[in-house]
């Protein structure tokens, strides 16, 4: 079993940056793949970002690519979403999650098993 616990939300200007944490716990080596969702209210889930454990392969929604970044620090077991130039629209509550597979066009984690409470970013003037 695995246990996450996002951080790093809060309050941004329209253009500015923002990093958010997912420390990892429990059986952290077993995962396939982890990466970042988002879900604003009225809207559906959104795939954010994926890194694939065994080889660091990284992917990224549309709406985010260019402007977001994955990352990870294997030796603090914590998964990093850099996101600068942050827009209005990128306004949500972040969850990380340890995923299954990667699937999709173009492709994002799935198949999510574990995700942890989420962090609320909101991007305003």
């Known amino acids: 079993q695995v246990q996450l616990v996002e951080s790093g939300g809060g309050l941004v200007q329209p253009g500015g940056s923002l990093r958010v944490s997912c420390a990892a716990s429990g059986s952290t080596l077993n995962y396939y793949a982890i990466g970042w969702f988002r879900q604003a209210p009225g809207k559906e889930r959104e795939g954010v970002s994926c890194?694939?454990?065994?080889?660091?392969?990284?992917y990224y929604a549309v709406s985010v690519k260019g402007r977001f970044t994955i990352s990870r620090d294997n030796a603090k077991n914590t998964v990093y979403l850099q996101m600068k130039s942050l827009k209005p629209e990128d306004t949500a509550v972040y969850y990380c999650?340890?995923?299954?597979?990667?699937?999709?066009?173009?492709?994002?984690?799935?198949?999510?098993?574990?995700w942890g409470q989420g962090t609320q970013v909101t991007v305003s003037s």
């Open positions: 999650a340890t995923a299954t597979k990667v699937t999709g066009t173009p492709p994002q984690c799935g198949g999510y098993d574990y």
């Open positions: 890194l694939v454990n065994a080889d660091g392969t990284t």
